[in-house]
């Protein structure tokens, strides 16, 4: 089973396999971007900086520990607050940047939360940095899903079972290479 935001969001395949290999499809998600509104036009014509889109990534997966997975999670929450401060971060500097950032996040605890998924409330683990940085893990029946988000909030990012046709086309696209 594959889950997906309610809201409307551009779609790509989940970057993070979990395996050094690379060679399976285990965890399986996707990473969501909704574009922000073009700001309107100011004084002599401007438009202000663009807004970046919102990010939430929605992981999928059986055979993982779930401590591999929140770790995953935590890992990317730190990256989002580095990321979000300077995008043009890479390489060594960012990885430098990311560790110093997960040093800060160390008194930051997993706590009970909820998350609605096809309409009904799970119960969840979060990691919330502040309302708009945040990461939850839950165990849904066979599968366990952790989502990471970024200029969303945790109330909002309501998930809902991706459909036959939405789960083959995602799944061609990662068999693709």
């Avoid at 995008?87 to 939360?113: H, K, Y």
């Avoid at 708009?132 to 988000?149: E, H, K």
Wanted: contains cysteine; aromatic residues 6%; charged residues 25%.
């Amino acid at each position: 089973m594959l889950y997906v935001p309610e809201f409307d969001c551009d779609l790509t395949l989940s970057r993070w396999t979990g395996r050094p290999s690379g060679l399976t499809i285990d965890p399986f998600g996707v990473e969501c971007f909704v574009a922000a509104p073009t700001p309107k036009r100011r004084l002599f014509g401007r438009r202000p900086a663009a807004v970046r889109p919102a990010y939430l990534h929605v992981l999928v997966h059986r055979e993982l520990a779930a401590e591999r997975i929140k770790s995953w999670a935590v890992m990317q929450v730190a990256r989002l607050g580095v990321v979000g401060d300077d995008p043009a971060l890479s390489g060594d500097q960012l990885n430098r940047l990311v560790e110093a950032e997960l040093g800060r996040l160390g008194s930051v605890t997993w706590t009970p939360s909820t998350v609605v998924i096809d309409g009904v409330d799970r119960p969840a683990e979060a990691f919330v940095v502040d309302e708009q940085r945040w990461a939850v893990w839950m165990d849904v029946g066979q599968q366990q899903v952790a989502l990471v988000g970024r200029d969303i909030a945790l109330d909002a990012a309501r998930l809902r079972s991706a459909s036959d046709a939405e789960t083959r086309e995602i799944r061609m696209a990662a068999l693709r290479v």
